[in-house]
């Protein structure tokens, strides 16, 4: 049993980085059986997920989306905000109902809460039927975690609080095959106050530029029109493994395997140098991530953001001037503690002052072991809720006046299904990441057409093919 250490996980060495080969292959146990996977959180969780059917895929289980059919049950999770910790532990209260008529299903919690030394403790006092908690670091052990699950019920907690090292090679089942997602790096070194994904993740590293590139063109050779480089920190990237190499560079090559849409997220303003801003090649598309969390000075040094306000907004014009067409969306986060409303109000002037085509807000939830959890002058649940409704209602103004723009005009879209609104329609998204609902035939689902745009709303815009 490897219990976590949030005091582990916050090291930071000089110790090389391990590039490893998955080789973990039990057999074909998995024969004739089935799994369940509940994943929660960000786009790195949903690639953690991808690598978790491929794993058991490759030992035979089969995916069922009917949880009690399942012989192996998985929630894959995020420990991001409290919420979602909540949706985790009501999840398990439900499983542990229908275990009992069937005590040999396998249930199990992966992701970032494995990571965490308060939910494990949980696990321990609580959960105790479960059968296995497996960390961040050895998603490639899963299949032998489950096997052993099976040859012996009890509880097994497989969890490393370390820097990390990174394992190519991994199966994965994509959940789709048009778009992919690639990890280009992994962790983070930034340690902002409010976030436990330094703890989580381990330290910052950087895949190889050749592994990287051959993933893409394998994506590509197998029709697949767009890739999302992935990473805590996608700015950073090469850092800490080459001298002359970073970002810049790995687009640049990743843009010459020619294939059709390039994205990458999530960027961080703090190593977002101008080189980065990239228009060159076509196939970078015109979208940019860009976080910023708080408008007020006084709140961003207190999360640890190392960029002030104005540093943000001369950056976010860099990219408004030099990148055509470009979109920028953020986070915010609303009631960080000691946040007065003055420093509330700077935020609302920057959402004014940059008029982001989209935002990601939050209602600022202490997470165990950072620094802000401990802070005092923790804000109000109602004052929380009353500046997230006014960020809300700000941020959708300018998103329906960003949309609204693109009325009249034809953008290209990437198909990508069948429509959530109308089953008649198809969905997909534009150069510049906008949602379009679209009056066309499935047969388009999978190819990049023009589309008129003909309706905006704050959240997706609707169009009609043009021949």
Same mark, same amino acid.
């Given at each position: 049993?490897? &219990?976590?250490?949030? &005091?582990?996980?916050?090291?930071?060495?000089?110790?090389?980085?391990?590039?490893? @080969?998955?080789?973990? %292959?039990?057999?074909?146990?998995?024969?004739?059986?089935?799994?369940?996977?509940?994943?929660?959180?960000?786009?790195?969780?949903?690639?953690?997920?991808?690598?978790?059917?491929?794993?058991?895929?490759?030992?035979?289980?089969?995916?069922?989306?009917?949880?009690?059919?399942?012989?192996?049950?998985?929630?894959?999770?995020?420990?991001?905000?409290?919420?979602?910790?909540?949706?985790?532990?009501?999840?398990?209260? /439900?499983?542990?109902?229908? /275990?009992?008529?069937?005590?040999?299903?396998?249930?199990? &919690?992966?992701?970032?809460?494995?990571?965490?030394? #308060?939910?494990?403790?949980?696990?321990?006092?609580?959960?105790?039927?479960?059968? !296995?908690?497996?960390?961040?670091?050895?998603?490639?052990?899963?299949?032998?975690?489950? =096997?052993?699950?099976?040859?012996?019920?009890?509880?097994? +907690?497989?969890?490393?609080?370390?820097?990390? @090292?990174?394992?190519?090679?991994?199966?994965?089942?994509?959940?789709?095959?048009?778009?992919?997602?690639?990890?280009?790096?992994?962790?983070?070194?930034?340690?902002?106050?409010?976030?436990?994904?330094?703890?989580?993740?381990?330290?910052?590293?950087?895949?190889?530029?050749?592994?990287?590139?051959?993933?893409?063109?394998?994506? =590509?050779? =197998?029709?697949?029109?767009? #890739?999302?480089?992935?990473?805590?920190?996608?700015?950073?990237?090469? $850092?800490?493994?080459?001298?002359?190499?970073?970002?810049?560079?790995?687009?640049?090559?990743?843009?010459?395997?020619?294939?059709?849409?390039?994205?990458? #997220?999530?960027?961080?303003?703090?190593?977002?140098?101008?080189?980065?801003?990239?228009?060159?090649?076509?196939?970078?598309?015109?979208?940019?991530?860009?976080?910023?969390?708080?408008?007020?000075?006084?709140?961003?040094?207190?999360?640890?953001?190392?960029?002030?306000?104005?540093?943000?907004?001369?950056?976010?014009?860099?990219? /408004?001037? %030099?990148?055509?067409?470009?979109?920028?969306?953020?986070?915010?986060? #609303?009631?960080?503690?000691?946040?007065?409303?003055?420093?509330?109000?700077?935020?609302?002037?920057?959402?004014?002052?940059?008029?982001?085509?989209?935002?990601?807000?939050?209602?600022?939830?202490? /997470?165990?072991?950072?620094?802000?959890?401990?802070?005092?002058?923790?804000? @109000?649940?109602?004052?929380?809720? $009353?500046?997230?409704?006014?960020?809300?209602?700000?941020?959708?103004?300018?998103?329906?006046?960003?949309?609204?723009?693109?009325?009249?005009? +034809?953008?290209?879209?990437?198909?990508?299904?069948?429509?959530?609104?109308? @089953?008649?329609?198809?969905?997909?998204?534009?150069? %510049?990441?906008?949602?379009?609902?679209?009056?066309?035939?499935?047969?388009?689902?999978?190819?990049?057409?023009?589309?008129? +745009?003909? %309706?905006?709303?704050? !959240?997706?815009?609707?169009?009609?093919?043009?021949?």
């Amino acid at each position: 049993m490897k &219990l976590p250490s949030l &005091l582990e996980a916050k090291k930071r060495t000089t110790k090389k980085v391990e590039y490893l @080969d998955y080789n973990n %292959n039990p057999s074909l146990f998995g024969l004739n059986k089935k799994y369940y996977l509940k994943t929660y959180g960000c786009q790195m969780n949903e690639h953690d997920s991808e690598n978790i059917k491929g794993i058991l895929e490759s030992v035979g289980f089969n995916n069922t989306d009917v949880m009690e059919d399942a012989d192996v049950i998985i929630l894959n999770t995020c420990a991001i905000r409290e919420n979602a910790h909540n949706k985790v532990f009501g999840l398990l209260g /439900r499983i542990k109902h229908f /275990r009992e008529s069937n005590p040999n299903i396998i249930v199990g &919690l992966m992701g970032c809460m494995s990571q965490e030394e #308060v939910v494990v403790e949980e696990i321990l006092k609580n959960y105790k039927w479960m059968d !296995f908690v497996l960390g961040t670091h050895n998603i490639d052990d899963l299949a032998n975690v489950v =096997k052993k699950c099976m040859d012996n019920k009890k509880l097994q +907690i497989e969890v490393y609080s370390k820097e990390g @090292d990174i394992v190519e090679g991994i199966p994965v089942k994509r959940d789709s095959n048009i778009t992919a997602w690639v990890n280009i790096m992994l962790g983070c070194d930034k340690f902002c106050t409010y976030c436990i994904v330094p703890y989580a993740r381990g330290k910052q590293r950087s895949r190889t530029k050749e592994s990287i590139i051959n993933e893409v063109e394998e994506l =590509k050779e =197998k029709g697949y029109k767009e #890739v999302t480089l992935l990473g805590q920190n996608v700015n950073a990237y090469g $850092k800490d493994l080459y001298d002359d190499y970073d970002l810049a560079n790995l687009l640049e090559d990743v843009a010459k395997t020619n294939i059709e849409r390039i994205r990458f #997220v999530t960027s961080h303003p703090w190593d977002f140098t101008d080189d980065k801003i990239i228009s060159k090649y076509k196939n970078v598309m015109p979208y940019i991530h860009l976080p910023v969390q708080s408008g007020s000075d006084r709140i961003l040094k207190l999360m640890g953001r190392r960029y002030t306000k104005e540093e943000y907004i001369t950056l976010y014009n860099k990219i /408004r001037e %030099n990148v055509p067409n470009v979109s920028i969306t953020t986070d915010i986060i #609303v009631g960080f503690p000691t946040e007065t409303e003055e420093d509330f109000k700077e935020t609302l002037d920057l959402v004014c002052t940059c008029k982001f085509d989209g935002a990601f807000t939050f209602i600022y939830s202490p /997470r165990e072991g950072t620094p802000a959890s401990i802070m005092k002058e923790q804000v @109000d649940e109602n004052i929380k809720s $009353k500046r997230l409704k006014e960020l809300n209602t700000l941020v959708n103004k300018y998103s329906n006046e960003s949309n609204k723009k693109l009325l009249g005009t +034809i953008q290209k879209c990437l198909v990508l299904g069948v429509s959530e609104k109308d @089953d008649t329609k198809v969905m997909g998204y534009t150069e %510049n990441m906008k949602l379009v609902n679209i009056d066309a035939s499935k047969d388009t689902i999978g190819k990049i057409i023009n589309v008129e +745009i003909t %309706n905006a709303k704050s !959240f997706s815009l609707d169009g009609k093919l043009v021949k």
